[in-house]
């Protein structure tokens, strides 16, 4: 690592900087308490939500409480104004915790491999209610390119949406930078077929939390040039930025 040609770091959020299931509520599941708390059939909502994610991740418009009141009135429920606020806030209330309370060891190796004169890229796939809190993280200030697959209309492992930061961290080509996340989405192929010098697998929290299997994790593995239990140990590997 330390001989590789590479000026910029780029990460996945969540489960790679934060992760919500620290805060969630074991048996806790989105969609399904929101379907408890609009009235709706759980099981064809939760798949209808489920069917919606690539959608949902690829812009702002309509927004979730659109979505969930258009997603009602196909059931014939017409949910109160009321119902679709708590409904908002059960969609995205263990993200903004995850946002506003990262942990001191995930801060603490940002502002140090700025130090060390790293150029930190963001690039998440992600709807618009999962990162309302973005702009109060302590990790925001941390990041010269932020790329939002809402925001951007192209979600990993599409080339176009590594590609995307190439011009926000000032013009460092993927050749020249190394890609950090946690396996999910296909991201880590998608990563080294769009040209990032290395690719590294986050196993921390999804080791951790149990939204994968031990096998799945084995697989992703395979798929990066090496892991780290946490993004704190890349401070050992990478050195300082060429």
Not at 79 to 89: G, I, S, T, V, W
Not at 102 to 119: K, Y
Not at 122 to 130: C, G
Request: with cysteine; proline share 7%.
């Amino acid at each position: 690592m330390r001989a590789s040609p590479a000026r910029a770091i780029a990460f996945d959020l969540f489960h790679t900087l934060v992760d919500p299931e620290r805060f969630r509520p074991p048996g806790f599941y989105r969609p399904r308490a929101v379907a408890r708390v609009l009235g709706l059939p759980a099981g064809k909502f939760v798949r209808a939500w489920e069917r919606s994610l690539i959608d949902r991740q690829l812009a702002r418009r309509p927004t979730l409480v659109q979505r969930l009141r258009s997603l009602s009135q196909g059931y014939g429920v017409h949910p109160r104004p009321p119902a679709l606020r708590l409904a908002d806030r059960l969609l995205g209330l263990y993200q903004d915790r995850a946002l506003l309370r990262p942990t001191a060891s995930v801060v603490r190796t940002l502002q140090e491999l700025r130090q060390r004169g790293w150029v930190l890229g963001l690039l998440s796939n992600t709807d618009e209610r999962e990162i309302r809190c973005w702009p109060r993280s302590p990790l925001a200030p941390l990041f010269d390119a932020v790329v939002f697959s809402c925001d951007l209309g192209h979600a990993k492992p599409e080339a176009a949406a590594y590609r995307a930061l190439v011009p926000r961290w000032g013009g460092i080509a993927l050749k020249e930078a190394i890609f950090v996340g946690d396996g999910g989405s296909h991201e880590l192929p998608g990563a080294r077929k769009a040209g990032f010098a290395k690719v590294v697998f986050q196993s921390g929290f999804v080791s951790r939390n149990r939204l994968r299997s031990q096998r799945e994790n084995a697989r992703i593995r395979s798929e990066a040039d090496f892991a780290v239990d946490g993004v704190a140990e890349l401070l050992d590997v990478v050195g300082p930025s060429l």
